[in-house]
């Protein structure tokens, strides 16, 4: 629980949060770089102008503020700086900010689940934004954010464990950290079986494949965090973000292909932010499962 702030002192966390958001999404943009290409984020250590390939310099690395200080074209070639560099900081800095806001100080998580959401939705993020140019979802960002899920899981079990909406159970072995482990675990398997559940009767019915394996990592990845409630909530989320773009897609410029994880990451987000009111939708079907299974 954060402690209750003045006014003043909350406009400069928020201040913080944009800027700390900023400068990981510097941060994504090497990785939306490099990962599909099949180079490593570490080495080299220094990025380079992808025309002219010189060393950025570190005062032209600053986020945001250098791109529109060099009016968006490299200080050795002049070749143009992609506008994805300042719009994915900006951007990861507004989620972080919103974050901070939303679960910060109006809900009272904590700062460990703070910083669980905060990588989430880098990952998110990162992973949309390949996908958009791609039409790929890298593993290193799916399975490192799996495995990442269920370490935050057994470490910070009330992710997982309590009396909340988005919570799975208040107790089940009596020792937290396992409960965590265990919801973790049925929150990933949960939620990756719910694509290919509906895939699977997509393609019966329809005869056709309406989702790729990307979609099944990115949802075990979320049931491993959040648990198999927010995970539901983002399925079926994502459907309703994206006719908000695909229909317009389709009638306009006839467009059949688009990536799918943007729109996931946006329902996640969602789901994410606003945890404690979604899942209390699900409070009937929860009802349910527990009269089959206990
Ligand atoms: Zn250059």
Redesign the pocket.
């Known amino acids: 629980m954060l402690p209750a702030l003045s006014p003043l002192l909350q406009l400069l966390v928020l201040v913080w949060a944009f800027a700390l958001g900023c400068v990981v999404g510097s941060f994504l943009n090497v990785v939306i770089w490099r990962l599909p290409r099949g180079l490593t984020i570490g080495r080299p250590a220094r990025s380079v102008?992808?025309?002219?390939?010189?060393v950025i310099r570190w005062y032209d690395n600053i986020p945001l503020l250098s791109f529109a200080l060099l009016r968006r074209r490299?200080?050795?070639?002049?070749?143009p700086i992609a506008w994805r560099y300042p719009l994915v900081e900006g951007l990861t800095g507004l989620v972080f900010a919103l974050l901070v806001y939303r679960q910060g100080m109006q809900v009272g998580t904590g700062p460990g689940q703070l910083v669980i959401m905060a990588l989430v939705a880098s990952l998110l993020i990162a992973g949309s934004v390949i996908d958009a140019e791609w039409f790929i979802i890298p593993d290193e960002i799916t399975l490192f954010g799996l495995l990442s899920g269920l370490a935050a899981s057994v470490a910070l079990p009330g992710l997982h464990v309590g009396a909340a909406s988005y919570q799975t159970f208040q107790s089940l072995t009596g020792l937290r950290h396992l409960d965590g482990l265990i919801a973790s675990l049925i929150g990933a398997v949960g939620g990756g079986l719910l694509v290919i559940l509906v895939a699977e009767f997509g393609r019966l019915v329809f005869r056709r494949e309406a989702m790729g394996f990307g979609d099944v990592k990115v949802m075990a990845m979320l049931g491993a965090f959040f648990g198999w409630k927010v995970a539901m909530v983002t399925f079926f989320l994502s459907p309703f973000v994206g006719l908000a773009y695909g229909i317009p897609l389709l009638v306009i410029w006839d467009e059949h292909v688009m990536p799918y994880i943007p729109f996931m990451g946006i329902a996640a987000l969602l789901a994410m932010v606003f945890r404690s009111s979604l899942c209390a939708y699900l409070e009937p079907l929860e009802y349910l499962v527990r009269q089959v299974v206990f």
Do not use: I, L, T
């Open positions: 102008c992808p025309n002219c390939k010189r490299c200080r050795d070639c002049g070749a």
